[in-house]
T-cell receptor, first 115, second 110 residues
């Protein structure tokens, strides 16, 4: 297994457009997490899945953000009507349910720039 | 509200100059305290899990320790390749989200 992969690695979009990111976790990992990270800050929790069930979503997350994990495999994160404040690195991580929640394996991230 | 803070924000060390990074936390019950390393342009890389006060974990030149309110990451005789941002994080339960601190940016000068 080559680890967690994310696509695209970079995305430039105009304000008001919709964007979708994909995350492929480590194959045997049933937990999947999405984070947002801006310069000089730690990753900020957005949401997480156990298999296909979305167990928690940050209350800071606006309704423009939605995530899915059909069939408990890959996941997508969609941002509708993007705003300049959405510019950030979007990170995906996965872990085993039997492991510690903090022992996560991160992907390389998708850097979003909203112009 | 659960909170994680880290200090200093940035640290410059000469190669071989040992030091410590601090992580302070407030949480209503701690399941685990985690340390990560993050290189520029990459996702964080898991280093350690600490569960209870007094516990210590080591990996090469790094040693992490835990008290009831703080964790320290001690770096002994650092090398330039130790330059990175070090992140502290915690969870309250085995099913809870993980909360990250803002990180300490470490630069080791040859």
């Amino acid at each position: 297994d080559t680890g967690v992969s994310q696509n695209p690695r970079h995305k430039i979009t105009k304000r008001g457009q919709n964007v979708t990111f994909r995350c492929d976790p480590i194959s045997e990992h049933n937990r999947l997490y999405w984070y947002r990270q801006t310069l000089g800050q730690g990753p900020e929790f957005l949401t997480y899945f156990q298999n296909e069930a979305q167990l928690e979503k940050s209350r800071l997350l606006s309704d423009r953000f939605s995530a899915e994990r059909p069939k408990g495999s890959f996941s997508t994160l969609e941002i509708q009507r993007t705003e300049q404040g959405d510019s950030a690195m979007y990170l995906c991580a996965s872990s085993l349910t039997s492991g510690e929640p903090g022992e996560q394996y991160f992907g390389p991230g998708t850097r979003l720039t909203v112009t | 509200e659960d909170q994680v803070t880290q200090s200093p924000e940035a640290l410059r060390l000469q190669e071989g100059e040992s030091s410590s990074l601090n992580c302070s936390y407030t949480v209503s019950g701690l399941r685990g305290l985690f340390w990560y390393r993050q290189d520029p342009g990459k996702g964080p890389e898991f280093l350690f899990t600490l569960y209870s006060a007094g516990e210590e974990k080591e990996k090469e030149r790094l040693k992490a320790t835990l008290t009831k309110k703080e964790s320290f990451l001690h770096i002994t005789a650092p090398k330039p390749e130790d330059s990175a941002t070090y992140l502290c994080a915690l969870s309250r339960t085995s099913y809870d989200k993980v909360i990250f601190g803002p990180g300490t940016s470490l630069s080791v000068i040859p």
